[in-house]
């Protein structure tokens, strides 16, 4: 049974920064390509950042500069460093996972970043 399991949401006021991490189980993490995903209120699912299995990363616009996705094999888990956060990156974030054209989703942890 796959199992992503997202931890490290939380309020936050702006400048401020936070961590995410997604532990994965049920899959050969190393071959799997993860990803971060975020989708505020009212509005459609975007994606924010993902990193392959041989490591190489990409962002959306809105958040280069201020976010970093890394990932640790030996730990089966992929992180999301957010620096810098502004009240618009509120929203639910979502790990994802992808290999052979098989997804999967974890459950989502919520991030506010307001005074």
């Known amino acids: 049974q796959v199992q992503l399991v997202e931890s490290g949401g939380g309020l936050v006021q702006p400048g401020g920064s936070l961590r995410l991490s997604c532990a994965a189980s049920?899959?050969?993490?190393?071959?799997?390509?993860m990803g971060w995903y975020r989708q505020a209120p009212g509005k459609e699912r975007e994606s924010v950042a993902a990193i392959t299995s041989g490591g190489s990363t990409r962002y959306a616009d809105s958040v280069k500069g201020r976010f970093t996705i890394s990932r640790d094999n030996a730990k089966n888990t992929v992180y999301l460093q957010m620096n810098s956060l502004k009240p618009e990156d509120t929203a639910v974030y979502y790990c994802?996972?992808?290999?052979?054209?098989?997804?999967?989703w974890g459950k989502g942890t919520l991030v506010t970043v307001s005074s």
């Open positions: 994802t996972s992808g290999y052979n054209g098989m997804d999967y």
């Open positions: 049920g899959i050969i993490f190393s071959i799997h390509h």
